[in-house]
């Protein structure tokens, strides 16, 4: 049985962000500390600015490349958390978020997490394309009624019963 530590540390995350304002603040003063929290702040505004238009130029040049733009879309979703982690008032998540920024920290997160990312489609050189799995029925408009025909006793050919039938 595999315990995840996540729903622990989310619970316990207020507390030491409490504890990070009480020990900074008894440090450099209280409204330092407050100076600090509205700086992080305003930087993770711009950051998210800055970066999240540079990640949006690599992606959409790694599209026009016929590249899979996985790992650059995974960058962009951690550069908007980083943001997130730093608006959000507390020294624990500033930090974490200073970290996401930076691209090493992200490229060691994407290869950790990329095993776990279910992928719902396939990259190609001509670009995406769903995935299939199995037989894929294309019904044209006839084939298809909201009427019950099988309640009524009458013998409908659609390729639902083809497949089944196969």
């Known amino acids: 049985m595999r315990i995840s530590f996540l729903p622990l540390f989310l619970l316990a995350l207020p507390l030491l962000e409490i504890a990070g304002f009480v020990v900074v603040g ?12 509205i700086a992080s702040s305003i930087a993770g505004g711009l950051l998210l600015r800055h970066q999240g238009l540079g990640v949006m130029a690599r992606i959409r040049t790694e599209m026009e490349a016929g590249h899979d733009p996985s790992r650059q879309l995974a960058h962009g979703a951690m550069i908007v958390v980083a943001a997130i982690l730093l608006i959000v008032p507390g020294f624990i998540t500033d930090i974490i978020g200073i970290l996401l920024f930076l691209p090493p920290v992200r490229d060691l997160a994407w290869r950790l997490l990329k095993g776990r990312v279910v992928v719902a489609s396939e990259f190609t050189t001509a670009g995406f394309r ?8 294309d019904l044209d ?3 298809y009624s909201r009427d019950d025909d099988y309640s009524r006793g009458s013998e409908h ?10």
Do not use: F, M, N, Y
């Not at 008894?26 to 929290?37: N, Y």
């Not at 769903?130 to 029925?137: M, P």
């Not at 050919?157 to 196969?166: F, G, N, Q």
């Open 157 to 166: 050919h659609s390729p639902w019963r083809r497949l089944k039938d196969e």
């Open 141 to 143: 408009d006839d084939d």
């Open 26 to 37: 008894r440090q450099i003063g209280a409204l330092a500390t407050v100076g600090l929290v």
């Open 130 to 137: 769903s995935r299939q799995r199995g037989k894929t029925i």
